[in-house]
């Protein structure tokens, strides 16, 4: 998503302040977009704790300047876009997010605002949201959220979770509707956790942090029977469109699931007054390790439909619903020791190696100390008993010492002075600097590893068989001295290795994977290919725009650092970052060897369209039948097009389909060109059409002609 600076007038007093204002705008809402995309789609890099104050805080600075709470602000998003191999599909209806309160206080608050007769109270399981479709019975689909209107189809995986049945059950008093869109929680029960994480390392694999990030991991495998034995749950939790099937109130609703033998949780209640639900929440922060799911909060709804329908919803969240989270679990164990860890830039990261102790239903052993600035600010010595969190987060924290237990023995942490993986002296790379890197980055065995672990992943090249481990062996046997040379991997090679050979000296299956799938990477998109390169700043989304508008690296490296800041979401620190990057020799030679081998570094002239749309912004809205919302999007961009989520006065189309919403209304108000589905495709077409509402011509178009075109921008 492209965080946009708002620009306003104002007097010359109020210029710095509203500058000043508008910075820190930026710098919250690009922060929140790059941890929730990092939740959603990579590995986050902060707990749950840290983001939801960090997205208060965002709320609070919007709170205080409405202007500021633009459509394209994270807090009016759900979820993240989604970047995966999967297919993507269009919920039938949004899938929303949940709002928060984190105190008593903040929970009546919202009580006294929605003043509902009852109330249905649930856990909040920390688990991947997922939305089955039964058509007349029978399992159609099942997606991931995504984004809330566009998520994975994960059908086949979803197939092999024993909760979830095929086909419905139905009863006299619950006939079978004709259309039922359900949503619901996966997760791996706590109970299950230790045996997934048991086999994975049999398996080869590094164990799980918890239960949400192996559930997230494994319903995204290609394996559908390596997604059986990870031991998959699910608990239905909300409906979303139907056909035949209304329900009066969101209990009434879970008796309905019940009974077609769809899964609903034991724990849920159904309450009447304000008092029981202020128990409820009580019963469950005190028994949260009852639950067979990891939970982190509780759930409160207004059971009327009704009423839930007279609430409404914001951009992301229902107003009939909140979660109250509860605060991170803390416990204590024995620091042994604090080792440094070498990232992908040369930060150099100190992370605490602990006694091995369950906190939020998962063995934690490590956790990160962020830098030595840090270490001293909380005051750990080597030996201190230390009490940490991991509240059904991703990263366990170290809070602090506990003081009254040392005995003497406890020693002062020493920062090193040289790169613990290649000896390198380490320095801040600027002054001011909190964080010290290694400045070795061609040849840090440590920093060549991370690189290339991350170029593999699903956001850039989604090289399978190519994680952490396979990484770091690669480097150290020599096979690789940078990325330079990964897709002229031959099997000779790889025999050098341990991780892809056999007992008996031979290549194994996953060395046999990792060739094929490096021939596949080679043919992927040309943006996927930048955002490998580990630019720093430069990540998917300035990558999408970069390569949507210079269609080659070439072209891209000739350009100036004022042209490329001229790129939508770019602007001039991260152009000059691309520039930078570019004049460092080693990686010029990374690019050619790439391109030697035969990867993508240039879109092929004859499939790009024609760019009849280049200088126009178009808008779509509602459900086409011939296009995803990612393939309209692409069909405008590769036309030279800007592809926007908001309407306004600068506009020149509006695209409605099914279920436009306000957008439409908006467009109406402002006297914008409106086309339906039909003018769109001329629009791609021709670059000119008249207003859908106007022109019978525009409606005559054949719908295998919209069926084309949409084809060609998933292409």
């Known amino acids: ?148 209107r566009i998520g994975e189809d994960v059908t086949e995986n979803a197939k092999v979770i024993q909760d979830v049945p095929h086909t419905l059950t139905a009863t006299e008093e619950f006939p079978i509707p004709d259309l039922l869109e359900v949503r619901g929680e996966v997760f791996i029960a706590v109970e299950d956790f230790a045996e997934v994480n048991e086999q994975r390392q049999k398996d080869g694999g590094k164990p799980f942090a918890n239960p949400r990030n192996a559930a997230a991991g494994s319903l995204r495998q290609k394996d559908v029977e390596a997604v059986r034995r990870r031991k998959l749950r699910m608990l239905c939790h909300g ?198 890197r290694c400045p070795n980055s061609q040849k840090c065995p440590a920093q060549v590893a991370a690189r290339i672990k991350y170029l593999a992943d699903r956001g850039r090249f989604d090289i399978e068989a190519l994680g952490e481990k396979a990484a770091e062996d690669l480097v150290r046997s020599g096979v690789l001295v940078d990325e330079g040379g990964l897709f002229n991997l031959t099997e000779a090679d790889l025999l050098r290795t341990s991780i892809y050979t056999t007992k008996k000296g031979t290549l194994n299956a996953t060395g046999k994977k990792l060739l094929k799938n490096l021939e596949t990477a080679k043919h992927t998109d040309l943006w996927r290919v930048m955002a490998s390169l580990s630019i720093r700043m430069v990540g998917n989304t300035a990558s999408r725009a970069l390569a949507s508008r210079y269609r080659s690296l070439d072209a891209l490296r000739a350009a100036t650092v004022e042209d490329i800041a001229e790129t939508e979401g770019v602007g001039l620190v991260m152009a000059q970052s691309f520039k930078d990057w570019f004049e460092v020799q080693w990686h010029c030679d990374i690019v050619d060897q790439w391109a030697k081998s035969g990867v993508t570094v240039e879109d092929d002239a004859s499939d790009r369209p024609e760019q009849v749309l280049a200088g126009l912004t178009v808008v779509v809205t509602g459900s086409l039948e011939g296009f995803t919302r990612d393939s309209a999007k692409e069909a405008i961009i590769s036309r030279g097009g800007k592809a926007s989520g908001s309407v306004s006065k600068k506009t020149d189309y509006v695209v409605v389909g099914e279920k436009a919403g306000s957008k439409e209304q908006k467009a109406r108000d402002l006297g914008l060109t409106i086309l339906d589905e039909a003018g769109f495709v001329q629009l791609l077409a021709t670059g000119t059409v008249e207003a859908a509402d106007d022109a019978d011509d525009a409606n005559d178009l054949d719908a295998a002609e919209a069926t084309e075109v949409a084809d060609a921008a998933d292409e």
């Open 239 to 436: 409906i979303g469109a139907t056909e035949g099937f209304t329900p009066a109130s969101q209990y009434h609703a879970y008796e309905a699931l019940a009974a077609w033998g769809l899964p609903v949780s034991d724990y849920t209640k159904l309450v009447k007054t304000i008092d029981e639900v202020h128990k409820q929440v009580a019963y469950w922060e005190k028994h949260r390790g009852d639950a067979v799911c990891e939970m982190d909060g509780l759930v409160v709804k207004v059971d009327s439909i009704a009423e839930q329908r007279q609430l409404g919803a914001t951009s992301r969240a229902p107003r009939w619903a909140i979660a109250y989270k509860y605060p991170p679990e803390e416990v204590q164990t024995k620091l042994l020791d604090i080792h440094e860890g070498v990232g992908r830039t040369g930060r150099v990261t100190p992370y605490a190696v602990m006694e091995p102790v369950s906190v939020a239903g998962s063995i934690v052993e490590l956790a990160t100390l962020h830098n030595q600035t840090e270490v001293k600010r909380k005051g750990v010595l080597i030996g201190d008993t230390v009490v940490i969190r991991k509240a059904g987060e991703i990263i366990p924290e170290v809070l602090g010492p506990v003081v009254e237990r040392r005995d003497g023995t406890e020693r002062e942490y020493v920062f090193p002075e040289n790169c613990p993986s290649c000896g390198t002296k380490l320095a801040p790379q600027r002054e001011g600097d909190v964080d010290w």
């Open 1 to 148: 998503m492209v965080v946009k600076l708002i620009t306003m007038t104002n007097t010359p007093a109020e210029t710095t302040d509203t500058q000043e204002i508008h910075q820190e705008w930026q710098r919250l809402a690009s922060e929140v977009t790059r941890h929730r995309e990092l939740y959603y789609n990579q590995t986050p890099e902060i707990t749950d704790a840290e983001f939801d104050a960090l997205f208060k805080k965002l709320e609070a600075l919007e709170a205080d300047h409405p202007e500021l709470a633009t459509p394209d602000s994270p807090t009016q998003q759900v979820g993240a876009p989604v970047e995966s191999s999967f297919e993507n599909v269009e919920h039938l209806e949004r899938m929303l997010s949940l709002d928060n309160v984190f105190d008593e206080e903040e929970l009546d608050e919202w009580l006294q605002r929605v003043d509902a007769p009852e109330y249905v109270t649930e856990l909040k399981i920390d688990g991947l949201s997922l939305a089955l479709v039964y058509r007349n019975g029978v399992l159609e689909r099942a997606a991931t959220r995504g984004d809330g």
